[in-house]
Nanobody, 126 residues
Framework: QVQLVESGGGLVQAGGSLRLSCAAS????????MGWFRQAPGKEREFVAV????????YYADSVKGRFTISRENAKNTVYLQMNSLKPEDTAVYHC???????????????????WGQGTQVTVSS
């Protein structure tokens, strides 16, 4: 059974940094993509970033490009989201999620993801 566990959220001032982690277990992930999404109160779930596990190919939402970095550590089956220059509008619950590699052409669509973590709260104060 696939399990995704996020950690690393918290409260930070605007301009600060946080690193989120997503530890995955339950299968081999070479044929999958790992994405990060976020959801603020009253808003729809929003794509943030994704990495293709097999070759490390990356894709970012325009809103975080240049500030956030997604990476993976294969030996630990863990994906990271380094968030720098945080803004109050980055405040949300951040979820990691797993999608099959065949969904790469539409990785921004949350419906393509089959497994989700429970989420970690990120709050950025102004």
């Amino acid at each position: 059974q696939v399990q995704l566990v996020e950690s690393g959220g918290g409260l930070v001032q605007a301009g600060g940094s946080l690193r989120l982690s997503c530890a995955a277990s339950g299968r081999t992930f070479s044929s999958y993509c790992m994405g990060w999404f976020r959801q603020a109160p009253g808003k729809e779930r929003e794509f943030v970033a994704v990495i293709r596990w097999s070759d490390g190919l990356l894709y970012y939402a325009d809103s975080v490009k240049g500030r956030f970095t997604i990476s993976r550590e294969n030996a630990k089956n863990t994906v990271y989201l380094q968030m720098n220059s945080l803004k109050p509008e980055d405040t949300a619950v951040y979820h990691c999620a797993l999608a099959p590699i065949t969904s790469w052409s539409n990785v921004v669509n949350p419906l393509k993801y089959t497994n989700w973590g429970q989420g970690t709260q990120v709050t950025v104060s102004s």
